[in-house]
């Protein structure tokens, strides 16, 4: 057994979590269970009474943060020492939101004035775009921006921009090519002129394989338009550190955006890689983006534990995927702009907390990171809904919805937060045999096929849920939530004494996939690998079944 699970506060967790009642009866006991389990700071409320607690569960959760060191790794994160062990880096993604007079250093090193540089640089590169100063090939503005990326060089700018779109401002069209489907980059290129369109390519060595062959196609459409290698400057811009391949591509080094070895892709949306969203939303609303996160920065890192928001979700998520058994957790967004929230939340856990193995490299003897799934809230309450209210497995879940509509119209609003406040009750109490009997009894039915219908209208309950509520979706408020997700995947690493800041397995996958692209060009059989692998190699170089 490892160090953690042998502890007493970890055994004593293991002792609770079958011994407490159902929800219903914690609710029944304490009519201030609210104001007891729920928090707020940042525009933002947490509501996390309706979860399988109580306050001597969350005591023992409270000591396990303080036996596993968070406070001090916290720290650590926050000063900038290489918490990323394998990598030997510092995890700074706070120093991108950082104020300008901070000083967050790395080896030595302020690095926040070189963030505020990036941060001027991409305010006069937009304002370039936006008054018409910078202009394509052929004297005329650009229209359009497709963003090239892939993983969180992609899911961060595309999802952020959709949830702000209240916020777009006209002046510029932006599309997102990540997938290497040629589907993908074909269906945008069909509808774009290429005198005013600007491609921007993000990706750190400018070598990701997904992200470059992109990038090539678009240039090699934008050439056979009719137009010159001395073109490609005034339509491709790039985000990366491998400048020296950017410039030979043929962008021109003034439009070149930094990327840095202490930020991580899934992480980077806050950086130049947010390029895109500052580019739909203007300057001003994306560093509202980052005051909202910066305010979150400061709540995690000052707030005691008992009262951080990061601090309560991480351990409540330790508490479900370690004692209580569940292997996947929820997010239902109660807003349309937020739709894609869960994707975001997804990349984020499942490629920070999907580890094996301690920092120390041994191989864990619990659970770690979940599957994070989860869309829009009144759709799912028609499909997989059913799932967590009937189904045997236990599936923790977020609702997140603003209380104010950027679009009120008629009932709507009232009708969508009546949905999502419903759920959780419905979640939480569930329906008993006899309160399904009841209803059953005015009908005209036998009262064998009553009985019998009244078993299959039970609902266990006792499934845990946090309310997420904002006023309003703005970019201050949308940084602050999207913050509370970066800490709280920090807070469940930290307890399982793991790398969240690594990714070894998507690093597996690029080298054999580079490997077998080698071998679907080659002329001879392919006979060297598995012979499932030999044989969908040799059938697509056939093109046929």
């Not at 939101?97 to 250093?105: E, N, T, Y």
């Not at 290698?229 to 391949?245: E, G, L, M, P, R």
């Not at 569940?326 to 997010?331: L, M």
């Not at 036998?446 to 309310?467: F, I, Y």
């Amino acid at each position: 057994m490892s160090k953690l699970t042998q502890s007493s506060t970890w055994q004593t967790l293991q002792g609770l979590s079958k011994q407490l009642p159902h929800m219903r009866q914690l609710f029944a006991e304490d009519p201030q269970r609210f104001s007891k389990f729920s928090a707020r700071d940042c525009g933002l409320l947490l509501d996390y009474s309706k979860n399988r607690i109580d306050a001597q569960v969350m005591q023992l959760l409270l000591q396990l943060a303080e036996n596993s060191g968070l406070p001090h790794k916290i720290a650590a994160m926050f000063a900038g020492e290489p918490i990323n062990t394998t990598e030997k880096r510092a995890v700074l993604h706070i120093a991108l939101r950082a104020p300008a007079d901070a000083d967050i250093r790395v080896d030595g090193v302020n690095v926040v004035p070189e963030v505020q540089a990036t941060l001027a640089k991409m305010a006069a590169f937009i304002e370039a775009l936006y008054s018409g100063k910078w202009r394509g090939c052929t004297g005329q503005k650009i229209t359009d921006v497709v963003a090239i990326g892939i993983g969180g060089s992609f899911l961060g700018p595309k999802i952020i921009s959709e949830a702000l779109k209240p916020y777009w401002n006209g002046k510029l069209n932006c599309h997102f090519v990540a997938n290497v489907d040629g589907s993908c980059l074909s269906d945008k290129l069909k509808m774009l002129a290429p005198e005013t369109t600007l491609f921007l390519m993000s990706s750190k060595s400018f070598g990701t394989q997904e992200t470059l062959t992109n990038t090539l196609s678009a240039k090699s459409w934008f050439l056979g338009q009719g137009h010159t290698q001395a073109d490609v400057a005034k339509h491709f811009a790039a985000i990366t550190s491998n400048v020296a391949k950017a410039t030979e591509f043929g962008i021109d080094a003034d439009n070149i955006f930094p990327m840095w070895d202490w930020v991580g892709g899934r992480y980077s949306l806050w950086s130049a890689i947010g390029l895109p969203i500052a580019l739909l939303i203007g300057m001003d609303n994306f560093l509202a983006l980052l005051k909202g996160a910066r305010a979150m920065d400061v709540h995690f890192a000052a707030t005691p534990l008992s009262q951080n928001l990061p601090v309560i979700m991480g351990l409540l998520a330790v508490w479900y995927n370690n004692f209580q058994g569940a292997q996947s957790h929820v997010v239902l967004t109660y807003d349309h702009y937020l739709r894609g929230l869960p994707a975001y939340f997804q990349q984020l856990d499942m490629e920070s907390n999907g580890k094996s193995v301690t920092l120390d490299g041994e191989t864990v003897d619990y659970t770690t990171g979940p599957v994070i799934w989860g869309g829009e809230g009144t759709n799912g309450q028609h499909a997989y809904h059913q799932l967590l209210h009937q189904g045997t497995a236990l599936i923790p879940a977020d609702f997140i919805m603003p209380l104010q509509s950027h679009n009120p119209l008629g009932v709507h609003h009232q009708q969508l937060a009546s949905n999502c406040f419903g759920q959780t009750q419905a979640l939480m109490r569930g329906r008993t045999y006899a309160e399904a009997l009841a209803e059953l009894q005015d009908s005209s039915l036998p009262e064998a096929e009553k009985q019998l219908l009244a078993r299959h209208k039970v609902m266990a309950g006792n499934k845990p849920s946090n309310t997420i509520l904002m006023n309003k979706l703005t970019p201050e408020t949308l940084g602050a939530l999207i913050a509370l997700y970066e800490h709280r995947t920090f807070v469940q690493g930290a307890i399982w004494d793991i790398n969240s800041f690594d990714q070894w397995g998507v690093e597996l996958g690029k080298t054999l996939g580079n490997d077998v692209l080698s071998r679907l060009a080659a002329t001879e059989a392919c006979t060297a690998l598995d012979s499932s692998s030999n044989a969908l190699i040799n059938l697509f170089r056939q093109q046929k079944i």
